[in-house]
């Protein structure tokens, strides 16, 4: 099967140059996202790290880093772990690339985005991700490659775009494990 591009992606501008998914979030894939989510299943870690190496590979260049999106520290506390973060972990073991577990920070916790609209989940995340300075100089002139398990909006991977884009990040591009698509 070819490439299938997002109907949102073709009339939406994004701020990133390209995005991937490795799987569409219904049946199977919603299953395999809420495990590693939710039911501490971090052993699919690694499995789906390389679906999304495949998906993503015509996007990797050699100093490729691999970006996290974060959650915020309270939901860190609650979960145990940044799925986002685990994936790019294995995502960076299996290709030998570079990665960076803080370059962005969640400046303040936001609502779950379940039900919301595209609007409101864009309002909702408005300035609730940042670079974290002590990064700064890995993310100056860095092709990123920023990682998340599922995109919905984009809302997030919009407001971490424009926020490695502000802070002098020359490339982005989004690889995420599953992408909700859009239904009539």
């Given amino acids: 099967m070819g490439d299938v591009l997002c109907d949102d992606c073709m009339t939406t501008h994004r701020p990133w140059e390209a995005g991937r998914a490795a799987l569409s979030y219904r049946d199977l894939g919603r299953r395999i996202v809420l495990s590693l989510k939710h039911g501490d299943r971090l052993d699919l870690a690694a499995p789906a790290a390389s679906w999304m190496l495949s998906a993503g590979r015509s996007l990797l260049t050699d100093d490729t880093l691999f970006v996290p999106i974060p959650v915020h520290w309270t939901r860190l506390f609650t979960r145990r772990y940044n799925q986002a973060a685990e994936l790019a972990r294995a995502m960076s073991w299996q290709s030998g690339l570079r990665y960076c577990p803080d370059a ?81």
């Fill in 104 to 184: 962005l920070v969640r400046t303040r916790r936001t609502v779950k985005q379940d039900g919301m609209t595209v609007d409101a989940r864009h309002r909702n995340m408005d300035g609730a991700i940042a670079t974290n300075p002590k990064r700064a100089n890995r993310l100056k002139g860095a092709t990123v490659c920023l990682v998340d398990d599922v995109m919905t909006s984009g809302a997030t991977f919009t407001v971490a775009t424009e926020a490695l884009r502000d802070a002098g990040v020359d490339h982005v591009f989004v690889v995420m494990l599953a992408r909700v698509e859009k239904t009539n």
